[in-house]
């Protein structure tokens, strides 16, 4: 144990002798490794695909209730259906209605053109929700048809109002731009075409 131990010691010490030289060696060196930033950010056609990709982005929902009617008039007396509606609009904008080009940049500067934003789904209202309020006589399936479509028609034009579509264009450019600013770019200008 004596004489291997020694020797094993004796190699050890040569090892670190050897890695010890060719390390101040090469620290000696006149290279040098330089780390700097030129300032500009290239988006990669990768996070340009990425971002694309989230297709329907909602800035605003509305949530709605509707209460349409309609009444028949009949020989002795007037039949009534009356039925409670919910529904819930999303607005916000398509990126899958991008056009190419959408996104530019410059150094720290990006541009952005996107589509205004718009109702996402036309298929807003939770039938499964939709209450009968009141019903009296017989209807068809026509005759609940068109309630549904009145109280469509309703829902739309009472969500989908200028303010709401000035405060879901205000949440976008608020959301991109913070975005934006996370993946480095300083200066953001969003369009809505």
């Not at 807003?124 to 309630?147: C, M, N, Q, V, Y």
Request: charged share 25%; glycine share 8%; proline share 3%.
């Amino acid at each position: 144990m004596g004489k291997s131990f020694r020797l094993g010691i004796i190699l050890m010490g040569v090892s670190l002798l050897i890695v010890a030289v060719f390390w101040l060696r090469n620290c000696t060196k006149d290279d040098y490794l330089n780390i700097g930033a030129d300032g500009t950010i290239d988006p990669t056609p990768t996070q340009i695909q990425s971002i694309k990709a989230i297709g329907e982005w909602e800035f605003l929902s509305v949530s709605l209730e509707e209460l349409t009617d309609t009444i028949r008039k009949g020989f002795l007396s007037d039949d009534e259906l009356s039925r409670i509606y919910y529904g819930t609009l999303r607005i916000g904008i398509n990126l899958h209605q991008v056009e190419p080009g959408w996104l530019t940049s410059e150094g720290d500067s990006v541009s952005l053109i996107l589509p205004h934003v718009a109702l996402l789904d036309r298929d807003f209202i939770d039938e499964a929700r939709t209450k009968s309020f009141f019903e009296s006589g017989s209807w068809k399936p026509e005759d609940r048809e068109a309630l549904y479509r009145q109280a469509h028609q309703n829902m739309l034009q009472h969500g989908l109002t200028k303010e709401n579509l000035a405060a879901a264009e205000a949440n976008a450019r608020e959301q991109i731009t913070s975005l934006m600013h996370a993946i480095g770019f300083r200066k953001v200008t969003i369009t809505f075409k």
